[in-house]
C-alpha cells in the first residue's frame, strides 16, 4: 500500500481511523475489568457490559483492517463508508444504554469499596446495570464515565470517517471522468487530486513538415493542404 496525498478528505479519514483505534483499546479494557469483576463475585453480567465487548472488538477489528482503505487499494470507498456507518449505529445505542444511570449519577458521592475486584453485592442470579452502577463504588464509577465518553467519541469519529470515505470515492469519479475526458490514462491515477500521466502516456504532437516551393508555370506554391488557412493565405497572396 503506497500513501498518497488525497487532500483533507484523506487527512480527516487517516486522523479518525487513528483516534477510533486509540480510543477502542481502551473501551475494551474496561468492559472486560467490569466483567471480571462481576464475575469474582459470581454473579451474571448485565447484557448491555457483553453487547459493548462485542461490537468493541469488532470495531476495533475493522478499524485495524480498514486503515488499507485509505488508498483504495483492498477495500472501495463505498464499502468502508458503509461499514462505517453501520458500527454508527450500535455505538449510539450503546452510548444512550451506558449514560442513561450515569447522567444522575455523581460519582464523588459513591462510596470507596474495600476490594476493588469483586462487587459489595449478596449473591444473586443477575445484577442489572443500573444496580451495577450504585453498587460498584467511586473508582469503578470514574471507569465506567471514562466508557460512556470514549462511546460518543467514537459515534463522531465512525462518522467522520464514513463522510471522509464518501467523499474520497466522489472525488474519484470525478477525477477519473475528467481524466478520460481529456483523454488520459485511469492507471496513473486522478489529476485533480496531484497525478497526471507520466511521459509514456504523454502522446506528442507531429511537427508539420516544413513548405517546400515546387517551380510549376511561373507559381510558386506549397504543396496543397486540404482546408489549411496557410495554404489559403499563400494562394492569395502569389494569385
Known sequence: MTFRDHGYYGYAY??????????????????????????????TAPGEFIVTLVMTCIA?????????????????????????????????????????????????????????????????????????????????????MAAWGLAIALCVLFTISAVAATFLFVGKRRAEAAERKLGGSSRGGSWPLGYGPDESQIEMVPTPPEATFQRGDGDFRPPSRAGSSYAKRFDERFD
Open 60 to 144: 476495533l477489528l475493522w478499524s485495524l483492517v480498514s486503515v488499507t482503505a485509505y488508498d483504495d487499494t483492498h477495500i472501495p470507498y463505498l464499502v468502508t463508508a458503509a461499514v462505517d456507518f453501520l458500527l454508527l449505529v450500535p455505538f449510539i445505542v450503546i452510548a444512550v444504554i451506558l449514560g442513561q444511570p450515569l447522567s444522575s449519577t455523581t460519582c464523588s458521592a459513591l462510596p470507596k469499596p474495600n476490594r476493588l475486584s469483586s462487587l459489595p453485592i449478596p449473591e444473586a442470579h443477575r445484577v442489572g446495570y443500573p444496580t451495577f452502577v450504585a453498587a460498584a463504588g467511586r473508582p469503578a464509577c470514574y471507569e465506567l
Open 14 to 43: 487517516l486522523g479518525a481511523r487513528a483516534a477510533s483505534i486509540v480510543s477502542l483499546v481502551p473501551v475494551v479494557g474496561l468492559v472486560g475489568n467490569f466483567l471480571s469483576m462481576i464475575a469474582k463475585s459470581k454473579h
